[in-house]
């Protein structure tokens, strides 16, 4: 399958990679082509990857994968372009930090609204999935790097976007079980305000590799 990673960071390259390993073509937007980061990326990952402007990468993409920095996300899928978006699975990676008083980070939206609901808002026609947004990059693509059950949510409006979003989960290593689906994407609220909690055990536990466990 083709995937489109927007966003040139340590997610969008973490997930870029784990796609191109699975037999995935990849291609990683930036705002311009010849990025440096994708450019360095696509060399390193092999013929399977490529790099280009937003709009080459959702174009070429038959899913695309937002990894793009939360403050910037609605400008750089703007610049992917409506139509290259339109009827296609955006999963939605980004958290909304804002980041301009410092660190830790407030959320630009929060309560009433998310930055996944503002994404399909703006393209009504993309079939918007937020997932992953609640872990490191790392656990991301490789859940067994946290022991024992943990688990990973899904939410959006397209009941089929989200089985093929859990899909690609399960091609990661998610188990079935563990893939949460939360309902419509206004549940993105609640994903996106616990990276919040995140931030705080990720200071107190000096590394990224935990995650939510839920048990009952």
């Known amino acids: 399958m083709r995937f489109a990673v927007l966003g040139t960071g340590g997610v969008g390259q973490a997930i870029g990679a784990k796609l191109v390993a699975l037999g995935h073509e990849v291609t990683m937007g930036a705002r311009q082509e010849g990025n440096a980061n994708a450019v360095a990326w696509a060399q390193a990952q092999g013929p399977q990857a490529r790099q280009g402007t937003f709009a080459r990468a959702a174009e070429a993409g038959e899913v695309v994968v937002n990894c793009t920095s939360g403050e910037h996300c609605l400008e750089a899928l703007e610049s992917a372009g409506a139509q290259n978006l339109a009827g296609k699975v955006l999963i939605d990676v980004a958290n909304p930090l804002d980041f301009s008083a410092g660190f830790p980070p ?33 656990v991301m693509v490789d859940p067994a790097l946290v022991p024992g059950r943990h688990q990973v949510f899904v939410c959006g409006d397209d009941a089929d976007a989200k089985r093929q979003a859990a899909a690609l989960l399960a091609e990661f290593g998610w188990p079935e079980d563990a893939i949460v689906d939360l309902g419509g994407i206004e549940a993105a609220r609640g994903t996106e305000m616990y990276v919040s909690f995140w931030l705080r055990l990720y200071g107190v536990l000096g590394t990224g590799r935990f995650n939510v466990a839920v048990a009952r």
């Open 106 to 138: 407030s959320l630009a939206v929060c309560n009433t609204d998310s930055l996944g609901e503002q994404i399909q808002r703006a393209f009504p026609e993309a079939r918007v999935v937020k997932a992953l947004n609640t872990m490191s990059s790392e």
